[in-house]
């Protein structure tokens, strides 16, 4: 008996802490994304990561930020990118270049229907994650 109220008072625990913990269904993640890394290299306290992305058409990022600053360059399609308020910040063609400053939130997608393909520049804390993910800030879409 004594087993059985023990039992049942650590799955009371469990199912608590487990209603009180963020939801992680609010967070925003990628959908009809690849990529590859190209190269990586450490330099006083700063990993620099190259990667070549690729969002499927109706693809989309997710909501995230970097701990640091990126650098892309559209190689091909069209990327449309989405800030915390909403409101697109551009649409970037083949060729176009963008910066994402740290901590911002936001999210890229692919409207068109054609695959969009980056270079991307990550610019972060040695060790630290290339992103974050989000929770929609309210946009309805991500």
Known sequence: MRNTVRSALIALTCAFALALAPAS???????????????????????????????????STGWHHHDGPVYGRVRSGTLTHFVADCSTDGVYGPGSTITEVPDEVHVGRNLGGDPLVLEVLYVLPAGGPLSQDDPDPGCGFG
Not at 28 to 53: F, M, N
């Open 25 to 59: 269904a609010q967070a925003t993640p990628p959908s009809g994304v690849t990529g590859t890394t190209l190269g990586r290299t450490t330099v006083d306290g700063r990993d620099y990561v190259l990667r070549e992305i690729t969002i499927a058409p109706g693809g």
